[in-house]
């Protein structure tokens, strides 16, 4: 394992749900980050988070909506969400960035229905 | 902007060949880049990286990968490819003094017995 664990794993939900992922390191680092991963596309980095600051918010629809209340616990919080929004979501950490690697949870399969 | 090409979507290959993973980036300036192996259900796996120095970059399982400053090119390359090491791999990069991991589309690798 990796030491970033996600839950839940699997996750089905309707449009009109509201639902939250959760993410946890346990290697002490500074950076979290939110990627969504579709079949044959590059991973789509959602959010970043450096010291529970947020740095980026790549263009994501406001029913996407990320909270870091330490820097050991990332949230996507969900609601009204699309069937095109069905994916694998995957947090990650690092150290810090430059030449850091990123360490990835498992994952939550979401699927809207 | 940067980005990373991986412009074979499949490579197959028999068990003991030699195996070759492409990917080419654009990034201003330094790059920092990484490769990562995703098996099913499974979060990504760090394999390797670059970051300055010698050109050629050993990482876990006999994977290396050789960088190319004239061709932005990150090829990932073994020896001699075992049917474990069928899975997806992907190419990241990230900007010298930036935050932004980038990652490819992705190569599914298939090591038939």
């Known amino acids: 394992e990796t030491g970033v664990t996600q839950t839940p794993r699997h996750l089905v939900m309707g449009m009109t749900n509201k639902k939250s992922l959760k993410c946890e390191q346990h290697?002490?680092?500074?950076?979290m980050y939110w990627y969504k991963q579709s079949a044959k596309k590059p991973l789509e980095l959602m959010f970043v988070?450096?010291?529970?600051?947020?740095?980026e918010n790549n263009s994501v629809p406001s029913r996407f909506s990320p909270e870091c209340p330490n820097s050991s616990h990332l949230f996507l919080h969900l609601h009204t969400l699309q069937p095109e929004d069905s994916a694998l979501y995957l947090c990650?950490?690092?150290?810090?960035?430059?030449?850091?690697?990123?360490?990835f949870g498992q994952g939550t399969r979401l699927t809207v229905v | 902007a940067q980005s990373v090409a991986q412009p074979e979507d499949q490579v197959n290959v028999a068990e003991g060949n030699p195996l070759t993973v492409k990917c080419t980036y654009s990034v201003s300036g330094n790059p920092y880049l990484f490769w990562y192996v995703q098996y099913p259900n499974r979060g990504l796996q760090f394999l390797l990286k670059y970051i300055t120095g010698d050109n050629l970059v050993k990482g876990s399982y006999g994977f290396e990968a050789e960088f190319n400053k004239s061709q932005t090119s990150f090829h990932l390359k073994k020896p001699s490819a075992l049917v474990s090491d069928s899975a997806l791999y992907f190419c990241a990069v990230r900007a010298f003094n930036d935050y932004k991991l980038s990652f490819g589309a992705g190569t599914t690798v298939t090591v038939r017995a």
């Open positions: 990650a950490s690092s150290q810090d960035f430059g030449g850091n690697e990123a360490f």
């Open positions: 988070y450096s010291l529970e600051e947020r740095v």
């Open positions: 290697l002490g680092h500074n950076a």
